[in-house]
């Protein structure tokens, strides 16, 4: 048992569990959160994180332009690119234009503000942080913003009812800008990177925004059993990050860099995308990788290499 768990923190954390395993209704099944443009037969929309492209160097414009012409629905940007992109005089309106002119969405973005730290002082630049960040985001049309540990990821004591009073918070501060915070796993972490902790923290933030950003890699990464995926209604996921991983390095020495494109990997993809669509999940899968011997290659390539494995996996979960 982790040393931060104490007795009432186990006993509160089953019931948030035992919520969160509620069988999704008709009404959950077709909650906002799919609103995706995926066909019928698709059960599920795909999304590109540019993580998985970010080793090119490419302009945020054509970052688009990759991620239209691979065929993908959705692009995941990272944070601190837009804000390059705004320092250096670009116009986040004209993004905006470019990717609705191509006919897609910005389901997520990657950001990385200190919402969750012990430190009053931090953490309150960190939720200003998250507003100017929840803005560029917007600008672009953007819809949520991934929520992880930032600045906690050394903390082994982290309360978890603390941590989820400070996602409402945040969560506060997401309604308020039109954009909606994913608290999100990261398994290299020592503070919420098990599948238990991260539903503890959004169920026990008592808010009706509360969702969750679950990842391949960081599951495995974390320690947790891909089963307790069953454990959670899909209607509290709209995107999850999508990759695979080999069997070596093992689980202890593996990182981010390891990451392989959907199939080329151990991970039980069949298993996990049956379980998450069986919860009600009809979200983006969203590609995200690392791994720099893709980066070395021709973008537009890797793109829809990605694309094609991932549509891959899904076929073979529902043939």
Not at 171 to 183: D, K, R, Y
Request: hydrophobic share 40%; with cysteine.
């Amino acid at each position: 048992m982790p040393p931060h768990f104490h007795r009432r923190q186990v006993l509160l954390a089953g019931t948030a569990a035992a919520a969160a395993t509620l069988t999704p209704s008709v009404e959950t099944l077709a909650a906002p959160h799919a609103e995706s443009s995926q066909p019928a037969s698709d059960p599920f929309g795909y999304c590109l994180n540019m993580s998985t492209i970010r080793g090119q160097k490419l302009s945020l414009a054509e970052q688009v332009d990759v991620a239209a012409k691979a065929g993908y629905q959705a692009i995941e940007p990272w944070i601190r690119e837009l804000q390059e992109f705004v320092d250096k005089g670009g116009k986040l309106a004209d993004v905006k234009k470019q990717i609705a002119d191509a006919g897609m969405t910005v389901e997520s973005s990657i950001g990385f503000a200190n919402w969750i730290v012990d430190d009053d002082q931090k953490r309150a630049q960190g939720l200003e942080t998250a507003r100017r960040d929840m803005d560029l985001v917007r600008q672009i049309g953007g819809k949520r913003i991934a929520a992880p540990p930032a600045g906690a990821t050394n903390q082994s004591d982290l309360n978890l009812f603390q941590a989820a009073e400070r996602y409402h918070a945040l969560l506060e501060l997401g309604a308020e800008m039109g954009v909606t915070p994913q608290v999100e796993l990261w398994g290299f972490s020592q503070s919420m990177k098990r599948l238990g902790e991260l539903v503890f923290v959004a169920t026990e933030a008592g808010h009706p925004d509360a969702c969750m950003l679950p990842d391949v890699y960081h599951i495995y990464k974390g320690g947790s059993d891909f089963e307790g995926l069953k454990m959670i209604n899909g209607a509290a996921i709209h995107v999850f990050h999508m990759n695979d991983y080999p069997d070596d390095p093992p689980r202890a020495t593996i990182s981010d860099a390891h990451r392989v494109y959907p199939g080329d990997g151990v991970a039980p993809l069949t298993k996990i995308l049956r379980d998450i669509h069986a919860a009600g999940f009809r979200g983006m899968l969203s590609l995200e990788l690392f791994n720099r011997s893709y980066w070395e290659q021709d973008a537009l390539t890797v793109a829809r290499t990605g694309l094609e494995k991932m549509r891959a996996a899904v076929q073979r979960a529902f043939a």
